[in-house]
């Protein structure tokens, strides 16, 4: 079966340091990986997709950066962190029209 | 992409009936409508996922029009439980890109 694997669930993090969030899929090939966003009380963002190796695209011009060096692995990284980039990140891969979620992680930039 | 437009909320009581709709009325003839449920701190579930009529598992019923511009979640006899943020997508099912845009969703709070 399908598991995906994002971590680490909570980080804190300050104001301009770097940030490198990791996500990895096993059970599946050439999925379509994402990386969404969300704000507290507030909807699902879609930052970042990838449809293959190499393959990344943004969705919101923002601070942040994606990359797949491998099949089943996605990262999410940033240069700099802003306040602003404090939220609960999630790492999906899809099939079809069906997502599947990892559990998250709650970034804190103070 | 079609887009989708749900109620921001919606109030219930254990053991009513739920039904939440959601309006999608540029949909190509091509995509899917799939529903997701999401608790706090956690990703989004996929529930249900249907293309016409009615579709229904052991957690939900999906109900679609036949013009298909609609849907409606149906939730049997909600408990505690099921308060979380429920979401509608519209998408090509097998598409190249799928793109997996969510929309705000419905927050959907049971009470007792």
């Known amino acids: 079966s399908q598991t995906i694997h994002q971590w680490p669930a909570t980080l804190v993090q300050p104001v301009g340091s770097p940030l490198s969030l990791e996500c990895t899929v096993e059970g599946t090939s050439n999925p379509n990986l994402y990386w969404y966003r969300q704000a507290a009380g507030r909807g699902l963002q879609l930052l970042f997709y990838s449809v293959g190796i190499g393959q990344i695209s943004s969705e919101v011009p923002q601070n942040l950066s994606a990359s797949r060096p491998q099949d089943r692995q996605f990262i999410l990284s940033s240069k700099k962190l802003l306040l602003s980039d404090s939220g609960f990140y999630l790492c999906?891969?899809?099939?079809?029209?069906?997502?599947?979620f990892g559990q998250g992680t709650r970034l804190t930039v103070v | 992409l079609a887009k989708t437009t749900q109620p921001i909320s919606m109030d219930s009581y254990e053991g009513q009936e739920v039904n939440i709709t959601c309006s999608h009325n540029?949909?190509?003839?091509?995509?899917?409508i799939t529903w997701y449920q999401q608790f706090p701190s956690q990703g989004p579930r996929f529930i249900i996922q249907?293309?016409?009529t009615k579709v229904t598992n052991e957690v939900a019923s999906l109900f679609i029009p036949a013009d298909r511009k609609s849907s409606t979640l149906s939730l049997p006899r909600v408990s505690l439980s099921d308060t979380a943020v429920y979401y509608c997508?519209?998408?090509?099912?097998?598409?190249?890109?799928?793109?997996?845009?969510f929309g705000t969703g419905t927050l959907l709070a049971v009470q007792p």
């Open positions: 997508l519209v998408g090509e099912k097998g598409g190249a890109t799928n793109k997996l845009i």
């Open positions: 249907g293309y016409k």
């Open positions: 999906a891969w899809g099939l079809n029209t069906e997502a599947f």
């Open positions: 540029n949909i190509a003839t091509n995509d899917y």
